[in-house]
């Protein structure tokens, strides 16, 4: 089979100065495609600002023979965002891929957090995902084409210690996907998450040295270059890390019917067996069959 290319085709890779960003951006330059390599410059926590490191990743796309542009709007910022999409239109006139990288943390036990720190990650992760997509949205529409990644997290799918906020912003980009892939199909915009484990500047604290050595970026991004090629699925949700990959998905029960009449709490109480049994159960379709069939069957049709 032929390699995978993107000539003619342009990404903006957000968060894109360091660590996942930067091996996402280098791979799909290194493939033929025009990059915009948009990073704030903040800390992990989201404080500061700088454009060096955007700056030097697109150096480094330059020397090696590709073409790049630097953007240090927020994700958060509409009029920055609105910034990079006219920069990149005005430079190259379309916009084909879009990966969603950029993220902050700010961890702590929920009995701890505050307000203002969850309302911050859920903003960045969230709507720095959301602000990006629509301001291009209409232009992949009219293209009829589009490959979108956003970033999900094990921490979102399955929780994790002192990431509520992290969890909660990384949980609400899959429903956000689920939806975007219905919306998006008849103009051939696919849109797909990754779930990454990686050493980057975000978990060099919470792993040892010889885990980290293991988890490198640059493990994730084929899998996350695929998702955005011609040939990418949609509505996947692709875990990576260590250079394993896997699928996550949400699955339903077989589920049971108690009928109408009468129900009680107790009645779901004593058949919380066959409610849970999984048996059966079927991988959630995001247009909704595997619900539509469960009351399908539950109505006797």
């Known amino acids: 089979m032929a390699d995978i290319r993107f000539d003619g085709k342009v990404a903006i890779v957000t968060g894109a100065g360091g660590g996942l960003g930067r091996q996402h951006a280098l791979e799909l330059a290194r493939r033929g495609a025009k990059v915009v390599v948009n990073d704030l410059g903040g800390s992990v926590d989201g404080s500061g600002g700088s454009s060096t490191a955007a700056d030097a990743v697109v150096e480094e796309i330059k020397a090696a023979g590709g073409e790049a542009i630097s953007n240090g709007s927020s994700v958060t910022d509409d009029a920055g965002v609105a910034h990079m999409i006219k920069q990149t239109m005005d430079q190259w006139g379309r916009i084909d891929v879009i990966v969603a990288n950029a993220g902050i943390l700010r961890d702590k036990s929920f009995a701890k957090m505050e307000i203002a720190d969850f309302e911050l990650v859920l903003n960045v992760h969230l709507m720095g995902t959301v602000k990006p997509v629509k301001a291009a949205w209409e232009i992949m529409r009219e293209q009829n084409y589009g490959r979108i990644v956003v970033t999900t997290s094990s921490s979102g799918l399955y929780g994790n210690f002192g990431q509520s906020n992290y969890g909660a912003a990384k949980l609400g980009i899959i429903g956000f996907m689920n939806t975007l892939r219905l919306e998006g199909a008849k103009n051939n915009i696919h849109v797909n998450a990754i779930a990454p484990v990686a050493a980057t500047r975000m978990t060099e604290n919470l792993m040892p040295p010889a885990v980290l050595e293991r988890l490198k970026p640059e493990y994730v991004t084929p899998g996350v270059?695929?998702?955005?090629?011609?040939?990418?699925?949609?509505?996947?949700?692709?875990?990576?890390?260590?250079?394993?990959?896997?699928?996550?998905?949400?699955?339903?029960?077989?589920?049971?019917?108690?009928?109408?009449?009468g129900l009680s709490v107790e009645e779901v109480r004593d058949n919380w067996a066959k409610i849970s049994d999984p048996e059966g159960q079927q991988a959630y379709n995001a247009g909704g069959e595997q619900s539509q069939k469960f009351f399908r069957k539950m109505s006797g049709g």
């Open 225 to 261: 270059v695929y998702l955005c090629s011609e040939e990418a699925p949609t509505g996947a949700i692709l875990t990576a890390g260590a250079g394993a990959f896997a699928l996550s998905r949400i699955y339903e029960t077989e589920g049971v019917y108690l009928g109408e009449g």
